[in-house]
């Protein structure tokens, strides 16, 4: 056994697109060893800005031998009445480079067929490769590719080098022009030389002493280090810590191959600025580390990690600061000039802005979010409406101004400050920054009722507006991310505990929009559909029982939180054994009252024992699951409908439903379905035979 070593040489590969490339390099590499037979040992995929390297531990010299089972025809065809080989048998042998005589008979659920059996030498681990890391190459894919020079293939940068070793023996093959070798590249800048590697065993440290940290873990414990240290060496920052933000390490990490920190400071006049608008100059524009003190307050200093060291840090700190405070100046511009106009006085000209174009403007959306939040609020929570509808009024208002036209992140944002200069209250302030959360899967949703309720209305209009002109997400195409929107809505319901009418509200914000949407029912009913079907993937992703889940929707999905309760009261109460069969019988149930609706049942023509017993218990437990479900105790409803799996069993077991006489047969239908009623008001238990 022996190790492979594969290495892609390019120009600067994307921050972003290296980690996912990992993944797919390894993916790859598994799935084609595995179709090759190859045997082999923990696989490592690493890389930094110029290279792509894999490598693979005790890989096996050749592939296992096997022994090959090839079906030919039929005996039937493959013998003429005389007993001699025909055509068909002739053909398959030859195609397979051997005689008929070569051939044996076996049987097969088919009957007898011919079969050859060979043994099968695996060739040589060398001798594949070519092919193998040829292809992983061409099959390789990014968001964006190129083409350069006279080659004909795409990458997602122009290839330089390609390094290839089997232990220490270089595997010969070329690549759209590129011929392998045993020569990796230091550092650009500080090494910009070809070395010649041995193998697996001194690659990594040969790099490492010419200014590469090719592996992606110890690199980012490197960066981490650099900015610490870089941190500690600055005398103005004393007591300020890094503001550590996990994406960005990651990101830097993959923008340098050996980094090298330096901290810089800037003018304390920034410090006027709302916090996110530094943070966001520091961070998403220039990749620098923002450093805060004790309690967490922005410091004027931040620490940035160069790819390469210099022989005088006083000249990079100096070019990092002159960079920033260019930044810095244009927002404190922009601050100072957005703070001149009343975020109230900014709203009138969102006639301006185009919402959708089948749908108006946003002054238009604005008006539609008024009457919609204090239709939400009034379900539930009246005593935020005055601050709802103040914050719904203002929540567009920075769209208009210069800070959000140059950093578009700080929609909602920037609207607090404004808010906040313009004395707005408290409520009102915070609801305007939280209305556009979460801004992602797993983020925090809103802190207050006003913010959640807004959140809501916001992305409830969008929803519905966008259903009411067909735009509906297809397949993997979803440009208006209603997907995105319907599981904010799903969760900020959820993590509110909101009991609302989902019906109520779609049908409001369809209706507000007047004439520019199809506002009938059948619309509602199409978005409800949307947003249960988002909500079923969600719980399920969130490891819920598929059969309590699709009990609970098929009943009723209004009230979403009511629909969880249902959920987690069946998934309880499946663990006990008698559930199974009661939802077996409400099956059975299901088929036999088929569209009978009639619950009226006459004791008169109760006859057999049987289906007296179970009229009575049934009696008896009806009003106390009523009541149960009418109090949200869906589990004590649950536990009171298993007294009657008995009593159900028996009467299947000695009653025939479909008697001759018609009023005693109807009799019968009505008891069995006042029976399934009864467990519909938990959900519809026979899903769970179905899952």
Not at 172 to 194: C, E, M, Q, V, W
Not at 344 to 360: N, P, S
Not at 511 to 525: F, I, N, P, R
Request: net charge negative; hydrophobic share 40%; glycine share 8%.
């Amino acid at each position: 056994m022996r190790d492979l070593l594969f290495e892609i040489g390019t120009e600067e590969i994307p921050a972003g697109y290296l980690q996912p490339t990992y993944k797919q390099i390894s993916e790859k590499f598994t799935q084609k060893a595995k179709d090759l037979r190859l045997k082999h040992g923990a696989i490592r995929v690493m890389g930094t800005p110029r290279r792509l390297t894999l490598i693979v531990a005790d890989v096996a010299e050749k592939q296992e031998d096997i022994k090959e089972k090839l079906l030919g025809p039929s005996h039937k065809a493959a013998y003429d009445s005389d007993g001699n080989f025909t055509k068909a048998a002739e053909g398959f042998a030859r195609s397979k480079g051997v005689t008929p005589a070569d051939l044996q008979v076996v049987d097969t659920p088919k009957g007898q067929y011919l079969m050859l059996v060979r043994e099968v030498a695996g060739q040589d681990s060398l001798s594949l490769f070519p092919a193998l890391l040829g292809n992983i190459i061409k099959e390789l894919t990014f968001p964006k590719s190129m083409r350069w020079g006279s080659n004909t293939l795409t990458f997602v940068r122009p290839i330089q080098w390609i390094l290839a070793m089997f232990g220490n023996e270089i595997i010969p093959f070329t690549y759209d022009g590129i011929t392998s070798s045993n020569l990796t590249a230091g550092h650009r800048f500080h090494a910009n030389r070809k070395l010649e590697v041995d193998g697996v065993s001194s690659y990594l440290s040969q790099l490492e002493e010419n200014k590469v940290i090719v592996d992606p873990v110890v690199r980012r414990a490197k960066v981490v280090e650099e900015i610490n240290a870089a941190l500690k060496g600055n005398k103005d920052l004393v007591g300020g810590t890094i503001a550590v933000d996990e994406a960005l390490i990651d990101t830097v990490t993959n923008l340098v191959e050996i980094p090298f920190g330096v901290c810089g400071t800037f003018d304390e006049k920034f410090l006027q600025l709302v916090p996110e608008v530094l943070i966001t100059s520091m961070r998403e524009h220039q990749k620098y580390f923002p450093v805060v003190d004790a309690k967490g307050a922005l410091m004027p200093g931040f620490v940035a990690v160069n790819n390469t060291e210099v022989n005088d840090p006083d000249v990079t700190r100096k070019g990092h600061q002159r960079v920033l405070r260019a930044r810095l100046e244009d927002a404190l511009f922009f601050f100072d000039g957005d703070r001149q106009t009343s975020l109230e006085e900014r709203v009138k000209g969102l006639d301006g802005i185009i919402f959708q174009a089948k749908l108006g403007t946003m002054l238009e959306k604005k008006d539609r979010l008024l009457k919609l939040v204090r239709i939400i609020a009034e379900q539930v929570n009246p005593a935020c409406v005055d601050d709802v509808t103040r914050a719904a009024l203002l929540c567009k208002g920075d769209l208009l101004s210069d800070m959000v036209g140059e950093f578009p992140s700080l929609q909602g944002v920037m609207g607090a400050a404004y808010a906040s200069e313009d004395k707005e209250n408290a409520e009102v302030v915070l609801a305007i920054k939280e209305h556009y959360m979460p801004k992602r899967s797993g983020a925090a949703v809103p802190s207050t009722d006003a913010g959640a309720i807004l959140a809501l209305a916001d992305r409830m209009d969008s929803l519905s507006g966008c259903f009411g002109i067909g735009l509906i997400p297809t397949g993997t195409a979803d440009p208006f991310a209603l997907r995105r929107i319907t599981l904010a809505i799903l969760h900020i319901i959820e993590e509110k505990g909101y009991r609302l009418s989902l019906q109520d509200c779609f049908a409001k914000a369809l209706a507000l929009y007047g004439d520019k949407v199809d506002g009938s029912a059948g619309t509602v009913d199409t978005v409800i559909g949307f947003v249960k079907g988002r909500f079923k993937n969600d719980r399920l992703a969130k490891g819920e029982n598929v059969g309590a889940v699709d009990a609970a929707i098929a009943v009723s999905f209004d009230d979403m939180n009511d629909c969880l309760s249902r959920i987690k009261a069946m998934s309880e109460i499946f663990k006990e054994p008698s559930f199974a069969v009661l939802a077996s019988s409400y099956k059975r149930i299901r088929n036999i009252i088929k569209a009978n609706s009639d619950i009226a049942v006459n004791e008169s023509l109760l006859t057999d024992a049987a289906e007296k017993t179970l009229f009575t218990l049934f009696s008896t437990i009806k009003p106390q699951v009523s009541e149960a479900v009418e109090a949200g105790e869906y589990k004590k409803a649950l536990t009171l409908m298993l007294e009657m799996k008995e009593p159900v069993d028996c009467f299947f077991e000695q009653v025939m439903v479909m008697a001759d006489d018609p009023a005693v047969k109807q009799n019968r239908l009505n008891l069995l379905t006042g029976l399934g009623e009864l467990i519909l008001l938990v959900g519809d238990i026979s899903k769970f035979q179905e899952s």
